[in-house]
T-cell receptor
Framework: GQNIDQPTEMTATEGAIVQINCTYQ??????LFWYQQHAGEAPTFLSY??LDGLEEKGRFSSFLSRSKGYSYLLLKELQMKDSASYLC????????????WGAGTKLIIKP | NAGVMQNPRHLVRRRGQEARLRCSPM?????VYWYRQLPEEGLKFMVY????????ESGMPKERFSAEFPKEGPSILRIQQVVRGDSAAYFC???????????????FGPGTRLTVL
């Protein structure tokens, strides 16, 4: 079967660093997306990984290990506006559009 | 460049009524996807359309649900005879022309929150 696991909720402090993990068990792999979704709003694109390694983009970085079926999103210098849900989505090999979505990790930032 | 537009943002229907949700993709995008999201759950793919064509509707219930993307105008997701279980957020996303096996990022609209009384 196809399955994506993320922690349901995490809490971190303003100014700190937080790592949100995503593990996947799918019948194949064609890439992984991270999206941010504020409550009541649309998901917005953060990153796309298809090769192993770390992709850095400002305060946000995303890491992928295909052999381990594992990715993480790293957020640095946390700001209150980073309070949101973070969704991990995997592209299966037989479809380049029908993403398999995790349930999301709700990140709560405290002052 | 305007993003993906959806309307209405909120829709309330009584059981048995019809719900029509509209989505206008980003300018230059010819691919539209509809998703459903229940509270505390991930996005569930429903249907993928290109202009005048349904490419994949494998995620859409066989009954009561239909989708179209006409040559002119927005994409429409139509739910007939709504039931309480249809209450959810419905998101539309669009992407530009896919080039070979390259996966293009999907850009999401603000969603329509459907409440069935």
């Amino acid at each position: 079967g196809q399955n994506i696991d993320q922690p349901t909720e995490m809490t971190a402090t303003e100014g700190a660093i937080v790592q949100i993990n995503c593990t996947y068990q799918t019948s194949g792999f064609n890439g992984l997306f991270w999206y941010q979704q504020h409550a009541g709003e649309a998901p917005t694109f953060l990153s796309y990984n298809v090769l192993d390694g770390l992709e850095e983009k400002g305060r946000f970085s995303s890491f992928l290990s295909r052999s381990k079926g594992y990715s993480y999103l790293l957020l640095k210098e946390l700001q209150m506006k980073d309070s949101a849900s973070y969704l991990c989505a995997v592209i299966p090999p037989d479809s380049n559009y029908q993403l398999i979505w995790g349930a999301g990790t709700k990140l709560i930032i405290k002052p | 460049n305007a993003g993906v537009m959806q309307n209405p943002r909120h829709l309330v229907r009584r059981r048995g009524q019809e719900a029509r949700l509209r989505c206008s993709p980003m300018k230059g995008h010819s691919h539209v996807y509809w998703y459903r999201q229940l509270p505390e759950e991930g996005l569930k793919f429903m249907v993928y359309l290109q202009k005048e064509n349904i490419i994949d509707e494998s995620g859409m219930p066989k009954e009561r649900f239909s989708a179209e993307f006409p040559k002119e105008g927005p994409s429409i997701l139509r739910i007939q005879q709504v039931v309480r279980g249809d209450s959810a957020a419905y998101f539309c996303a669009s992407s530009p022309e896919l080039a070979g096996l390259r996966t293009d990022t999907q850009y999401f609209g603000p969603g329509t929150r459907l409440t069935v009384l």
